[in-house]
């Protein structure tokens, strides 16, 4: 893989992975995938359900294509992705095909 790929695409598709795992538990469990939000740099997620911070995180992504993650304070940071790649799979993504 190393010839082939970055090590910060190896994360990325790491990361856009767990995010389409999300997305199919939410599918399976009867939910609908959020639609796409903005989320402005520093905010707090004011939750201790990680299920509802998943939501957020998701719709964020969908909006501007940051992979985002939150501490234990429930502070947001921005993951360090290739964008490029993110931005890919996001535009290649077609919500109403996902299957749980």
């Known amino acids: 893989v190393a010839d082939v790929t970055t090590r910060q ?4 598709l790491l990361r856009l992975s767990r995010l389409l795992n999300f997305m199919k538990y939410l599918v399976r469990n009867g939910e609908a995938i ?6 402005a740099d520093g905010s707090q997620v004011k939750t201790c359900n990680r299920t509802a911070m998943g939501r957020r995180i998701l719709a964020a992504w969908r909006h501007d294509g940051r992979l ?3 501490s234990r304070d429930g502070s947001v940071f921005v993951h360090a ?3 490029t790649l993110s931005h890919r799979f ?7 095909k996902i299957r749980g």
Not at 9 to 12: A, E, K, L, V, W
Not at 34 to 39: D, L, V
């Open 34 to 39: 959020p639609q796409p939000m903005a989320m």
């Open 81 to 83: 992705i290739d964008e």
């Open 68 to 70: 985002r993650g939150v």
């Open 90 to 96: 996001l535009d290649a993504l077609t919500v109403e």
């Open 9 to 12: 695409q190896s994360i990325t």
